[in-house]
């Protein structure tokens, strides 16, 4: 089984002149030699911040698939009900508890898996993890911070009693330590991060190859169908099924200001210029999760009323602004006041796009 989806989240609106935006993609593929798929993910947004929760059902466990999801439920239901947000952390904490009592009471040892759940605002996560899934924030300029160490200690293999020897040396499986269902008590590590913009959490199980995954946020690959691939191809390579939660999380942008900025390029200094078609590579655009494009940005540099014209009216319209009449209205003071011909055109250019 194959689920692949790809979200915007905006959150936390400030009146009419901000919002935040995270990212999301979502893919989940089964492993090359799985009868089933018996990982388990959701995202949903809560309390101006975005839940997300993989977990991976342990293989040696005939219910191994209805613990990862009901997990997986069990955090979703807790969410919704969720109401007080000042903690995020200890929330956290209480809806895995109380998961793996619903899974430890439904399965007992029959069903296991492994979790980990990430609460995502713009500028901070907070998670809690059992098992050997993984998450961990690619920085937007370099470096990783990984955020979880697995729950495995290596047990010794034995054959007919006797330890089995590789080249002299004795072979060890790993076993894992923490699961969903089974520890008792159970206790989860607890991790917090602060995030830069445009920084990318990434939550994923083991089927999943932790340089893979940065290689694909480096290259500038992390799209819907760049995601799925990636995560095909791990499910192929480990033989083991493959989930992947990416999401990134974006500082609340002051649109009016940016906007004022781009109808006035043209009498801005170079260093301005520099500093707003910086702002604008890293701004979120589009409802499907693109980045502003160097097509974009070359009509935004353009000393061309026109062209300035038209990339804002589709900067406007992408972004889905809600009080577009603010902008119509903001453009009319601009027009009375300065007789601004820029703001002019982009008041018809932003009907034409209407």
């Known amino acids: 089984m194959q689920v692949h989806r790809s979200a915007i989240n905006r959150i936390g609106a400030c009146g009419n002149d901000t919002f935040s935006m995270i990212k999301t993609y979502q893919t989940s593929c089964q492993g090359a030699t799985s009868v089933v798929n018996s990982d388990a993910m959701a995202v949903m947004e809560c309390g101006g911040l975005v839940v ?8 040696s466990a ?22 007080d947000w000042s903690d995020p952390l200890g929330l956290a904490e209480d809806w895995v508890l109380e998961a793996h009592d619903r899974v430890a009471d439904r399965f007992g040892h029959s069903g296991l898996c492994t979790l980990v759940l990430a609460i995502v605002g713009t500028d901070h996560v907070w998670g809690i993890h059992v098992g050997d899934s993984t998450c961990l924030v690619i920085r937007r300029r370099s470096g990783i911070t990984r955020l979880t160490e697995p729950h495995r200690k290596g047990v010794l293999r034995r054959l007919n009693g006797q330890p089995v020897l590789l080249h002299g040396m004795p072979v060890f499986d790993q076993s894992l330590t923490r699961v969903i269902g089974q520890s008792d008590p159970l ?50 390579n480990t033989h083991d099924d493959a989930t992947l939660i ?36 890293n701004a979120p655009f589009g409802v499907a999760g693109a980045t502003a494009g160097d097509g974009l940005l070359q009509a935004y540099a353009a000393e061309c009323a026109d062209g300035r014209a038209a990339a804002l009216a589709r900067l406007v319209l992408a972004a889905g602004r809600p009080d577009r009449r603010a902008v119509e209205q903001m453009l009319d003071q601009a027009i009375l006041r300065r007789q601004n011909t820029t703001a002019r055109v982009l008041k018809t250019t932003l009907s034409a796009w209407g």
């Not at 997300?52 to 293989?59: E, R, W």
């Open 246 to 281: 990416l999401l990134q999380a974006f500082e609340s942008i002051d649109w009016d200001s940016l906007l004022r900025c781009l109808a006035d390029y043209a009498r801005l200094d170079a260093e301005e210029r520099e500093g707003l078609i910086g702002r604008l590579q």
């Open 187 to 236: 206790v989860p590590d607890r991790f917090e991060q602060m995030l830069t913009h445009g920084d990318w959490v990434a939550c994923f199980t083991d089927g999943v190859e932790d340089g893979a995954v940065e290689d694909l946020v480096r290259q500038g690959l992390v799209t819907g169908e760049g995601v799925k691939m990636l995560v095909e191809r791990c499910a192929r």
């Open 62 to 83: 005939p219910r191994a698939r209805d613990a990862a999801r009901l997990t997986v439920q069990s955090v979703m239901d807790a969410c919704q009900r969720q109401s």
């Open 52 to 59: 997300a929760v993989v977990c991976d059902g342990v293989s």
